[in-house]
């Protein structure tokens, strides 16, 4: 462990990621390590981040921008999918990390460093998705954790930080726990602890509340082309503008807070808040239109296949060859996810009032219809009923014997 010379770490900014790197040096022997920064569409300033780390010891700070293939490569697919952990949750922290432990293998190997390293706690989902991704993406490299081995509590961090250098937070106003990207936000820690409390007004930040949502509501069209998402009300926007428009969209609405009971990985229970406006709306609208243009048995298997799929990526298992082909199954049923879906947004609501497929709509008007168009052959309703009734009827004949 004390052998790696050059380490990349995955670097935050925040305390613990900060204070790995004078203990990764004083403790684990380490020569140089270079901080990475990813900009997932967070929206902070991300320079003073990388200054930060450089102030702390790294001997480089990098900041990456991994927005667009966070968005193309990792939330179309999840759309695509429908994915929601436990069928609430979409993902949008997790689906962030094979894409930060990829980047990290990538630095690595480019740099010629002997490790990487995470500022990730015991208790948390990050450690193993990290752990997991690096070790499916490169067997041998080492990965360094001082954040789990240190046994430090949070005062005995900080205290460890200032020794080098690191300033202790200025202020602690806010005890909450908070993960931002893109996608969305999760929150926890502090008051939000007790799940009898319900989250004060001020851990939001994307979208409004009820009372402040506007009373008026509104009705958007979101446009799929083979299940990505590709327009509002019909103008073609680039992946990462579109879902910053409908972050802002929803969120103004009030459309996308989560409040929910989850089970970590870890085996314990933790009580989350999240937002994600734009991603859970997306989801939303493309099972509608799922609806719409897949067969009843594909649609029956989808939904199986998709709790497994939001099951792997919770798990950190991105790197497998069972969620690779569960993707090949996914894409598949995409080619004729193509159509609109239209949305009525009030108060904390997202309503589906509409959906169109023009070329791939399995919904059959004159077969659908009960007026004078109707088309569908109702006298071969008998016989249909007569086979498919059949063995319930053998077994109750045979039951009154």
């Not at 689906?95 to 740099?111: D, G, T, Y």
């Not at 500022?119 to 990050?126: L, V, Y």
Request: with cysteine.
């Amino acid at each position: 462990m004390g052998q790696a010379k050059k380490v990349v770490l995955a670097y935050s900014g925040g305390v613990d990621t900060s204070v790995c790197i004078p203990y990764l040096k004083e403790k684990y022997g380490v020569e140089e390590v270079i901080a990475f920064a990813a900009d997932l569409g967070q929206g902070d300033e991300l320079e003073p981040i990388r200054v930060k780390a450089l102030d702390a010891g790294a001997s480089d700070s990098i900041v990456g921008d991994l927005i667009k293939p966070f968005v193309e490569e990792f939330a179309f697919p999840a759309i695509r999918t429908n994915a929601l952990y436990e069928g609430r949750y979409p993902l949008s922290t997790a689906l962030a990390r094979p894409l930060i432990a990829r980047r990290l293998v990538e630095l690595a190997k480019e740099l010629g460093a002997d490790a990487v390293a995470h500022g990730c706690t015991g208790k948390g989902n990050d450690q193993v998705r990290f752990d997991v991704a690096i070790a499916a993406l490169a067997p041998h490299l080492k990965v360094l954790t001082p954040a789990r081995e240190w046994g430090m509590s949070r005062e005995e961090t900080i205290a460890y930080g200032e020794l080098f250098g690191i300033p202790a937070p200025v202020t602690k106003k806010s005890p909450y726990s908070i993960d931002l990207n893109l996608l969305g936000r999760s929150i926890e820690a502090g008051s939000l602890e007790d799940p009898m409390v319900a989250p004060p007004e001020e851990v939001f930040a994307m979208t409004c509340s009820i009372a402040q949502a506007p009373d008026a509501a509104e009705e958007i069209e979101l446009g799929f082309e083979f299940g990505n998402p590709v327009s509002i009300n019909g103008v073609i926007l680039e992946p990462v503008k579109l879902i910053d428009q409908l972050n802002k969209l929803a969120g103004k609405h009030g459309f996308g807070r989560l409040d929910i009971i989850e089970n970590r990985v870890v085996g314990i229970k933790s009580r989350e808040i999240y937002e994600t406006p734009g991603l859970l709306l997306l989801i939303r609208a493309h099972q509608e239109l799922e609806s719409l243009t897949l067969s009843a048995d594909v649609l029956q298997t989808k939904v199986q296949l998709e709790r497994k799929w939001a099951d792997l990526v919770y798990q950190g298992l991105w790197f497998t060859p069972l969620k690779e082909a569960i993707d090949a199954f996914i894409d598949k049923t995409q080619i004729d996810v193509n159509g609109v879906v239209k949305i009525r947004l009030h108060k904390g609501n997202a309503v589906v009032v509409g959906r169109s497929s023009s070329i791939n709509s399995l919904y059959i008007p004159s077969m659908a219809t009960y007026g004078k168009e109707d088309e569908f052959n109702h006298k071969a309703a008998e016989g249909f009923i007569y086979v498919w009734g059949l063995p319930s009827r053998l077994w109750a004949s045979n039951k009154r014997k």
